[in-house]
């Protein structure tokens, strides 16, 4: 069994037009966001053979606050193809995944996100948490996948179960889309 992970950045700042998209960091908002799922990411007991990340500013803050909130680092391996990332990217860097490593988080952007969870989970069935993602993946979302697998390689459309799929304001209801 082979567990995927997917963590969106946390909420970034538009402060600065003259910042290009990748150099935007986070908002207070979003750091704060980042803590509470290090939190909770810590209470559920959830560990990480593996992190592979995109090098955008909001996405390293992400994972500098995450951290923080876990109690430990998290030191990724910066992928630029994770950058804005299609879900044909994402499937090939999920399916390069050496075999040894049986949990592997992702931490990266929308749309991308959202259409890779919506790929690899099949409609059928009642599923709410899918029905979640389909809706919206906000910023600072987990979704946990489960694939019944040995090989990375075998990962694709339809394959994995949604274990999972928290918000920050399912931990924090200040964190919902109507807060500051």
């Not at 030191?75 to 490593?101: C, F, H, M």
């Amino acid at each position: 069994m082979k567990t995927l992970t997917l963590l969106r950045h946390a909420k970034s700042g538009w402060d600065d037009p003259a910042l290009r998209d990748f150099d935007r960091p986070l908002n207070a908002k979003g750091q704060r966001a980042a803590q509470v799922v290090g939190r909770n990411l810590k209470t559920l007991g959830l560990t990480f053979d593996r992190v592979v990340a995109s090098p955008a500013v909001r996405v390293v803050e992400t994972l500098d606050h995450v951290g923080r909130g876990y109690g430990a680092a998290i030191t990724p391996e910066w992928d630029k193809r994770l950058y804005l990332a299609s879900v044909a990217s994402l499937i090939d860097v999920i399916q390069e995944q050496a075999n040894g490593v049986d949990r592997l988080l992702l931490v990266g952007h929308n749309p991308g996100l959202e259409e890779l969870v919506l790929t690899l989970v099949p409609l059928a069935g009642d599923n709410p948490a899918r029905a979640d993602v389909e809706e919206k993946f906000p910023t600072a979302s987990v979704a946990e996948l489960h694939f019944a697998i040995d090989r990375w390689a075998d990962a694709g459309a339809n394959g994995a179960t949604l274990a999972r799929f928290v918000r920050p304001r399912d931990l924090d209801p200040g964190l919902g889309p109507s807060a500051d």
